[in-house]
């Protein structure tokens, strides 16, 4: 009954310090939002608006049909004659196109005799990524072309193998459907940290962390009064997030709304153990503030937020293992967009588990180590 | 304007952005050059927003202020002025001569002159040997000579020196006086920002602000004599001497009364009329004078007294240390420290910075664990106690540990709650401290933007709100005006009168003279304890028959080390 | 007034130095920090997709569809694991363990030897869209080049003349909504009877050359470490600078100092400029271990790199000061620093995410932010060599913003407390 009573008021002071405050009551809401709704925009590995230049030498009908092809589909907005060969080289170098297209004088010729003709197409390299995708769009506009001209001459090409491709999951490739679930939980974790990563060595600094130790309170009270308000804020936050994907971005959602919350309650306890770990190791709010980022730093690479952790060497796999979100971008994924059973939910959902343990304990473990 | 004059207030006043009342309001005056001039005031005066105005780093809303002809608003300022800020300005992770070479360069001092300054800096302050020290790990009376050479090296003409001895242990306080005294003896004009009256005691002229207004301006003395024959000594015993207290706070009388070992200094609002047996004529001074024109203290029954239950009476001590020991690495911070404190006792410790007087507290509340012996509180072994034993004490740090982004309402419901007061009681506990404190008008506000005095009082509130039955204080009433001080104390002694076991630390030796028992400790060791009086008597001597609790002190310590 | 004093500026200059160096946070920040993040950049972060897991069901066990099978074994794009049973990949597909499945239907060989049309199923994982467009793209080069090596076997009278997929790897990449371009037949998994257009094997008169200028093999590691760097730059600089002025606030200095002759202009230099030079031997360091460890090309000149990484870190530590003065709390500066030191960088540069796809009010964002200026200026000058037109726009609206901040930062930090 007292313990009850002792851990409300803490909760309840945990609670009015976050939102009494109105910077920081500023700092909860704002910018996750902003950073959900900017962020999600900018956060594509697709590739539209391609300004391509052309140097065209031929004067013929295939030529100029091939380039009005180009022009005609949606993602070259900015298609720009090149007047000479030097300016090939020149927009390429200073990035005024990803690629350039070079026909040579004697392209409608050579395709009129049914001889190959070549078109070259010289790509940025800089933009690795880009450039594979520009060259393929290119790429497939030239094969309709060829199969018109074909069947222009009356040649009607067999297929060999005819690949029937089917997206599962999110049929459109739609990159917002996997950019946007990836964001709430990566904003969720940026909230669940700062809210307690500082907030152990703030009570240190103003002197309140020994007014708590010299009252009846006990080290597992401290922990769970930090907890708990920590917990209800990123669960109502994370709430909040999951809302506007599923209105604002129409994100679909085929899973179990139940298996979500159960394992972002328990990813968001990991990142809140984490925080409150490194809280209670600092003396000062620097040092929290340099250990959240020495944690955050690598959790944002290695986690398959940029890229995938399949690309990554096999030796550094194992590593983001301990990464909580890791875990947890495959859940929220997998219930948002495919289902996944109760069973690999609870795969994932273990290692988090384990590392919220192990935090926190050693979170509260600190509180009592600190009276040496 | 007399060549006399070193600095002009022409009707300066200051207000700050979404404040609607002045934080200084209309003051002229002029300042004499080549004196110590004392900057008083209570909490929340003016004070340091004046020396900020002065030094430039302000600009007034309305008038103007010249230091030796200089506008403080022309950059030329800062090159002959020297200021010392309330913290010391010393960069912490630099070494005292690495600070000083900073400050030296920053004054634009010759390759050589910069050397010969910096020497005589040495001699003058004495922390030659030190030379190679961080500033960090400097005692505080060490950084606050670092801190007042720095302001120093540019050989300012005039010297601001913003409440230097906050936090600095007598011994310190008297070095520095000094060093300040010889350097207005060679010409130079110093502005020095006190809370300590007894400082302002020893200036040639004296500002006195209160809620921003200029209430005084001259030579001490001057008002001190306006309290010529209102001044008494009355000898009681030492048990009597708090219920003496008591009766003369509250006579319609007095203006003020203190307790001063087994006698007690009372101030009366109008002169005697005839002599009284017992009550001996003494000399007024300035803190006489100060209390007695912002309007006397208050009554001396702590309200605390009538509504604070009486402790059952229990016959061993509430609070024994029994040799208590702790080693931070090779050093001992305390070695072999024992005592016990009763039931109904103040219990002082007293020392210079950095003599362990932290480290024994902290041990004693559970904060540290000693290397050797134990602890014990109202029975219990706080390193191992139960929450319940916690719970019977009560502990108020030094700076106020309040959750600063809460309310008043808040805090006293958050610390409610943490020491398990519920239902009915705890509503009823809440509003009395309430009504006690007068918290009324604050109780919206965030406790963080609350005047000292009303953060002290809340923080008092917050120790006692549980009736514990022994009280942790640390270092109460550093830095707090002599009003609001007398006002805490009278609250203490409210509670020791019923039955409350008192551990105090201070470096304010009149506060200590409210203890019935003190041990002075240095080096980490106990070198005396006793009554007040006791240790008084320790160094009376014929040359020192009325030796103040403050010389019994600076005396101690300075036999101790020159063994 | 007097003006700018040598003096004081190195006085306080030295200080600050002395500071650096007693505060191993600082040197952690300045040398720590950027070697472990260029770790990560350069082992954990790749586009390069090689070893995607895939499953194939193999229903046809004969010598063609064996062949198959055998190149995407062979191919190091793809790491697959065969089976028979369709249920079992496709919850494999679900769990995420593997990325696609495809399958190669019972008359599979019968047929390619007829040389009829032979449909080939591939199902990828749309969770994730780069990696099934790569798979799409891989798959069907994989297929392409198994065609040209056994075509001759199966009709040799088709196998004269051009390779029909000329640089098949990037003829049937598909965006989103694409269907007008689609040599493959994107079937949605809702509706799988929608129509397909035959990938064909004939003679076709254009033949596509690609070549990719500056980076052949399109290693995304040459291009992303080149950003990183300015990644690892920009949070850095800002990190550094941010936490310094607020800091002399919070511990009282600054009145102190406010109080001696020193002028605002000497003491904003001298707070620049150690963190300047240690902001320079980062680079130099994130330079070198990238040279060393992960051999990335310089084709540029070192002056280029010396002149945009100076006024890049005069930039962002004049972004860390000016949070740093105003805001004069460490904890708010930290927390702002992050928000514009580390997210917008990594999000808004054009590093990973192509910045002329984003909407247009998002693009028109990311020319306040100089990251975007340096990205592109460290991905040429390691890569490309010097552009000087790219050069100087790039220089130039660096400085600008450098400028400003410096001048906002004098205005903020005026020698008065309130």
């Known amino acids: 009954m007292t313990v009850w009573i002792r851990l409300k008021a803490l909760i309840i002071k945990e609670f009015i310090t976050v939102w009494r405050n109105k910077k920081s009551r500023i700092m909860l809401i704002a910018p996750p939002l902003i950073q959900l709704i900017v962020l999600s925009q900018a956060i594509t590995l697709d590739v539209t608006d391609i300004s391509l230049g052309v140097r065209n030498m031929d004067g013929g009908w295939y030529s100029h049909e091939l380039i009005q092809r180009i022009k005609g589909a949606p993602y070259f907005t900015k298609v720009f004659e090149c007047s000479h060969h030097e300016e090939i080289r020149s927009s390429i170098n200073n990035q005024k196109a990803l690629a350039v297209i070079h026909i040579q004088s004697n392209f409608s010729r050579l395709i009129s005799k049914g001889k190959p003709a070549p078109v070259q197409i010289i790509l940025d390299g800089r933009k690795s990524n880009a450039s594979q995708i520009v060259a393929g769009y290119l790429g497939t506009i030239v094969t309709t072309f060829n199969k018109e001209i074909l069947r222009m001459k009356g040649v009607h090409p067999e297929t060999l193998i005819d690949i029937q491709s089917r997206t599962f999951f999110n049929p459109n490739l739609e990159?917002?459907?996997?950019?946007?679930?990836?964001?709430?939980?990566?904003?969720?974790?940026?909230?669940?940290?700062t809210v307690t990563a500082m907030s152990v060595s703030r009570e240190r600094e103003n002197g309140t962390f020994d007014q708590l130790l010299v009252s009846p309170l006990q080290p597992w009270e401290i922990l769970l009064g930090k907890t708990i308000p920590a917990m209800v804020i990123s669960v109502a936050e994370s709430t909040l997030l999951m809302g506007i994907a599923l209105i604002l971005f129409k994100v679909p959602f085929v899973g179990s709304l139940l298996l979500l919350y159960i394992s972002m309650f328990i990813f968001l306890l990991a990142n809140v153990g984490v925080g409150l770990f490194i809280s209670s190791i600092s003396y000062t709010q620097q040092q929290s503030l340099l250990g959240a980022f020495i944690f955050i730093l690598p959790t944002m690479l290695l986690s398959g937020y940029a890229t995938p952790i399949e690309n990554m060497p096999t030796w550094l796999q194992p590593v983001t293992t301990f990464v909580p979100i890791t875990h947890f971008f495959i859940i929220i994924k997998g219930i948002f967009l495919k289902d996944i059973s109760a069973f690999d939910v609870w795969k994932d959902t273990w290692p988090m588990l384990l590392i919220a343990m192990c935090t926190l304990s050693a979170a509260g473990w600190m509180f009592k180590r600190r009276l040496e | 304007m007399t060549l006399k004059s070193a600095i002009h207030l022409t009707n300066v006043s200051k207000t700050f952005k979404g404040m609607t009342e002045p934080a200084l309001n209309k003051v002229t005056a002029s300042l004499e050059k080549g004196i110590i001039?004392?900057?008083?005031?209570?909490?929340?005066?003016?004070?340091?927003?004046?020396?900020?105005?002065?030094?430039?780093?302000?600009?007034?809303?309305?008038?103007?202020?010249?230091?030796?002809?200089?506008?403080?608003?022309?950059?030329?300022?800062?090159?002959?002025?020297?200021?010392?800020?309330?913290?010391?300005?010393?960069?912490?992770?630099?070494?005292v001569i690495e600070n000083l070479t900073l400050y030296a360069d920053l004054a634009q001092l010759e390759e050589k002159a910069k050397e010969e300054t910096i020497d005589r800096m040495f001699t003058f302050t004495a922390l030659r040997p030190f030379k190679n020290r961080l500033a960090g790990k400097l005692s505080g009376g060490m950084k606050q000579k670092l801190g007042l050479a720095c302001a120093l090296l540019s050989q300012p003409q005039v010297l601001f020196l913003d409440e230097p001895s906050v936090g600095v242990d007598p011994v310190s306080r008297r070095e520095l006086w000094k060093m300040v005294q010889e350097l207005a003896d060679k010409g130079m004009t110093i502005v020095w920002?006190?809370?300590?009256?007894?400082?302002?005691?020893?200036?040639?002229?004296?500002?006195?602000?209160?809620?921003?207004?200029?209430?005084?301006?001259?030579?001490?003395?001057?008002?001190?004599?306006?309290?010529?024959?209102?001044?008494?000594?009355?000898?009681?015993?030492?048990?009597?001497?708090?219920?003496?207290?008591?009766?003369?706070?509250?006579?319609?009388?007095?203006?003020?009364?203190?307790?001063?070992?087994?006698?007690?200094?009372?101030?009366?609002?109008?002169?005697?009329?005839?002599?009284?047996?017992?009550?001996?004529?003494?000399?007024?001074?300035?803190?006489?004078?100060?209390?007695?024109?912002?309007?006397?203290?208050?009554?001396?029954?702590?309200?605390?007294?009538?509504?604070?239950?009486?402790?059952?009476?229990?016959?061993?001590?509430?609070i024994k240390a029994e040799h208590l020991t702790k080693n931070f690495g090779d050093f001992t911070a305390a070695n072999d420290i024992s005592f016990s404190i009763n039931q109904g006792e103040i219990f002082g410790l007293l020392g210079p910075n950095g003599a362990g007087k932290s480290t024994i507290f902290r041990m004693l509340c559970g904060l540290l664990k000693p290397t050797k012996g134990e602890a014990f509180v109202a029975g219990f072994n706080l390193q191992q106690a139960p929450s319940q034993a916690r719970s019977r004490i009560g502990y108020m740090a030094q700076k106020f540990a309040l959750y600063k982004d809460l309310s008043v309402e808040q805090n006293l419901n958050f610390f409610a709650g943490v020491y398990g007061l519920n239902g009915p009681h705890r509503t009823q506990r809440i509003e009395l401290m309430i009504h006690l404190f007068e918290l009324d008008p604050f109780l919206k506000q965030n406790a963080g933007l609350l005047p000292l005095g009303y953060a002290q009082r809340l923080a008092l509130a917050c120790a006692i709100m549980h009736e514990p039955d022994v009280l942790f204080l640390d270092e109460p009433t550093s830095g707090v005006d002599p009003l609001t001080r007398r006002e805490f104390w009278t609250h203490i002694n409210g509670m020791v009168s019923k039955g409350v076991t008192v551990m105090v630390t201070t470096h304010f030796l009149e506060e200590a003279e409210y203890c019935d028992r003190i041990a002075l400790i240095y080096q980490g060791v106990s070198i005396a304890s006793g009554t007040p009086d006791d240790l008084k008597k320790k160094v009376t001597t014929p040359t020192l028959p009325n030796p103040t609790l403050e010389d019994a002190f600076i005396t101690l310590i300075e036999q101790r080390a020159f063994l | 007034m007097s003006t700018f004093s040598f003096q004081r500026f190195f006085a306080y200059f030295r200080k600050e130095i002395k500071q650096i160096m007693r505060d191993p946070s600082t040197l952690m920040m300045a040398f720590g920090l950027p070697?472990?993040?260029?770790?990560?950049?350069?082992?954990?972060?790749?586009?390069?997709?090689?070893?995607?897991?895939?499953?194939?069901?193999?229903?046809?066990?004969?010598?063609?569809?064996?062949?198959?099978?055998?190149?995407?074994?062979?191919?190091?794009?793809?790491?697959?694991?065969?089976?028979?049973?369709?249920?079992?990949?496709?919850?494999?597909?679900?769990?995420?363990?593997?990325?696609?499945?495809?399958?190669?239907?019972?008359?599979?060989?019968?047929?390619?030897?007829?040389?009829?049309?032979?449909?080939?199923?591939?199902?990828?994982?749309?969770?994730?869209?780069?990696?099934?467009?790569?798979?799409?793209?891989?798959?069907?080069?994989?297929?392409?080049?198994?065609?040209?090596?056994?075509?001759?076997?199966?009709?040799?009278?088709?196998?004269?003349?051009?390779?029909?997929f000329v640089g098949a790897a990037n003829v049937s990449v598909i965006g989103p909504n694409q269907s007008i371009f689609t040599s493959i037949s994107q079937v949605s998994a809702s509706s799988i009877t929608s129509p397909s257009i035959p990938n064909t094997v004939a003679f076709f008169p254009i033949k596509a050359e690609t070549r990719t200028w500056f980076n052949p093999d399109l290693k995304s590691r040459d291009v992303l470490l080149p950003g990183s760097i300015a990644i690892i730059m920009s949070f850095i600089g800002t990190l550094l600078t941010a936490l310094v002025v607020a800091r002399e606030w919070e511990r009282g200095t600054m009145e102190a100092i406010m109080a001696t002759p020193l002028r605002m202009n000497e003491m904003l230099l001298a707070k620049l400029a150690p963190y300047f030079f240690l902001g320079l031997m980062s680079m130099v360091l994130c330079v070198i271990t990238s040279f060393l460890l992960f051999h990335i090309p310089f084709r540029g000149s070192v002056l280029i790199l010396l002149l945009s990484t100076s006024i890049f870190l005069i930039a962002s530590l004049g972004q860390g000061l000016l949070i740093s003065s105003a805001t004069r709390n460490q904890f708010v500066s930290g927390q702002i620093a992050i928000m514009l030191g580390f997210i917008p960088a990594f999000s808004l540069s054009g590093f990973v995410f192509e910045i002329d796809s984003m909407p247009k009010i998002v693009q028109v964002m990311?020319?306040?932010?100089?990251?975007?200026?340096?990205?592109?200026?460290?991905?040429?000058?390691?890569?490309?060599?010097?552009?000087?037109?790219?050069?100087?726009?790039?220089?130039?609206?660096?400085?600008?913003?450098?400028?400003?901040?410096?001048?906002?930062?004098?205005?903020?930090?005026?020698?008065?407390?309130?």
């Open chain 1, 175 to 193: 990159y917002i459907y996997y950019t946007v679930p990836s964001l709430v939980a990566m904003l969720s974790m940026l909230l669940a940290l």
């Open chain 2, 37 to 95: 001039i004392g900057l008083v005031g209570p909490d929340g005066a003016g004070k340091t927003t004046l020396m900020r105005l002065m030094t430039g780093l302000l600009l007034p809303t309305t008038g103007h202020i010249t230091v030796l002809g200089i506008r403080t608003d022309s950059p030329r300022i800062h090159d002959i002025a020297g200021y010392m800020p309330q913290k010391f300005g010393l960069y912490e992770d630099l070494t």
């Open chain 2, 193 to 318: 920002a006190t809370s300590y009256l007894d400082e302002a005691d020893k200036c040639h002229q004296v500002l006195l602000l209160n809620e921003g207004k200029l209430l005084f301006n001259g030579p001490p003395q001057t008002l001190t004599d306006t309290l010529k024959g209102r001044v008494f000594r009355v000898k009681t015993t030492f048990e009597e001497r708090r219920k003496l207290l008591r009766a003369l706070l509250n006579s319609p009388l007095m203006t003020d009364s203190l307790i001063q070992g087994n006698t007690v200094r009372c101030v009366l609002k109008s002169p005697l009329k005839e002599e009284v047996k017992g009550w001996e004529p003494i000399a007024p001074r300035f803190e006489d004078a100060f209390v007695d024109i912002l309007g006397g203290t208050a009554k001396g029954d702590s309200v605390l007294v009538r509504d604070f239950p009486a402790k059952k009476k229990i016959k061993w001590p509430l």
């Open chain 3, 35 to 164: 070697l472990l993040m260029i770790f990560l950049f350069g082992y954990g972060m790749s586009l390069d997709a090689d070893k995607l897991r895939i499953g194939i069901v193999l229903e046809d066990t004969a010598t063609e569809a064996r062949s198959l099978v055998n190149s995407f074994i062979g191919s190091h794009y793809f790491s697959p694991k065969v089976g028979y049973n369709r249920k079992l990949f496709q919850e494999k597909l679900t769990r995420g363990d593997i990325r696609g499945i495809i399958t190669i239907p019972k008359n599979f060989s019968r047929r390619i030897i007829q040389g009829k049309t032979t449909p080939f199923q591939l199902i990828v994982d749309g969770s994730e869209p780069n990696t099934a467009q790569f798979i799409l793209n891989y798959a069907t080069t994989v297929v392409n080049t198994w065609i040209n090596q056994h075509s001759p076997s199966v009709s040799p009278d088709r196998a004269i003349g051009t390779p029909l």
């Open chain 3, 366 to 418: 990311t020319y306040l932010f100089p990251p975007r200026y340096f990205v592109t200026l460290l991905q040429s000058v390691f890569l490309s060599g010097t552009a000087w037109p790219l050069a100087l726009f790039n220089l130039g609206m660096m400085g600008a913003i450098a400028l400003f901040f410096f001048c906002i930062t004098l205005r903020k930090t005026a020698k008065r407390l309130d």
